[in-house]
């Protein structure tokens, strides 16, 4: 079997900014949630069995407490926040396992999720639904994965590397010094994406690069600045380090069964009235007549 780890915060806000508004009888903000709803039952369709969706219930999570300009839900529409309970309330009742994040960031649950479906010997592969580079270091050989689902991009561990110049391990290294303008934190000045990759292909954490500059492979240009920018903001350096790093102790599930659609709960018919997606309960409806899917949960 292959799990399906899905990123439900980048895909509501790419459907929020990619589809028509909608809104229900309330005046509430729907749009954004019909089209995840219908973007993951299309995985179903196709064929994914076991899956789960990681959102963030809220924006902020243990980080900000550890760096004050960690991104917040600052400058997000309101139109776009409202839409998370309705969406984890919407897959729930679609029969999909739903992750939503308080502490945690969505982030740390697809990391967690990924590494504990990663040892069940039944697992084929898993299979990382989301663009974002921070996901990168979950990757494991072509085991586990990351899926761009609207580009159609599948990144194995050679994936990384050819696009980021480190092994996956290296990543939360990488952005450490380049920063992550999306977490909101800086990197280290002078530090871009080649000299980052030159360095940590060589070095792979920051603790194994030498102090002295003059110790430096020959093959990196400008050791000295670097080296002198990145011992000047030590601190600094392993804090973004551990603002990037996943946390993998998020609980997710208990075993990868839980993670096997099953079928749509009952309320699932006046969930989709309540977002106007009636072709999408229609669906959900064939699929289970088919024989695909166990009957509804209850």
């Known amino acids: 079997m292959n799990v399906y780890a899905i990123d439900g915060t980048y895909e ?7 589809v028509p508004s909608s809104k229900n009888e309330s005046g509430q903000e729907i749009g954004a949630v019909r089209g995840v709803l219908t973007s993951v039952f299309s995985m179903i369709e196709a064929g994914a069995t076991h899956l789960g969706v990681a959102t963030d219930h809220v924006v902020e999570s243990f980080r900000n407490d550890l760096y004050p300009g960690y991104k917040t839900a600052e400058g997000v ?5 409202s839409q998370f309970p309705i969406l984890e309330e919407a897959l729930e009742s679609m029969g999909v396992l739903v992750w939503p994040m308080t502490y945690f960031e969505a982030d740390d649950a697809l990391a967690a999720a990924a590494a504990k479906a990663a040892v069940d010997e039944r697992v084929t592969q898993v299979l990382i639904c989301t663009p974002d580079k921070d996901l990168a270091q979950c990757v494991v050989g072509d085991r586990v ?3 761009d689902r609207r580009r159609n991009i599948v990144r194995n561990e050679a994936g990384v590397e050819e696009k980021f110049g480190v092994k996956p391990e290296s990543m939360p290294d990488y952005l450490a010094v380049t920063g992550d303008t999306a977490d909101g934190y800086p990197g280290i000045a002078g530090w871009g994406a080649k000299a980052a990759s030159l360095a940590l292909s060589k070095y792979g954490h920051l603790e194994n690069i030498p102090k002295d500059w003059q110790g430096w492979d020959p093959s990196i240009r400008r050791a000295r600045p670097l080296a002198e920018s990145l011992f000047a903001a030590w601190d600094e350096a392993l804090l973004y380090r551990t603002l990037a790093t996943l946390r993998l102790d998020v609980p997710v599930f208990d075993s990868v069964d839980d993670l096997r659609w099953n079928g749509p709960r009952d309320n699932f018919e006046q969930s989709c009235e309540r977002l106007r997606a ?4 229609r669906r959900v409806s064939a699929k289970v007549q088919s024989g695909a899917a166990a009957v509804p949960l209850g």
């Open 12 to 18: 509501l806000f790419r459907h929020f900014f990619a």
């Open 77 to 81: 529409a309101p139109e776009l926040l």
């Open 145 to 147: 994965v990351q899926l």
């Open 278 to 281: 009636k072709d999408l309960y």
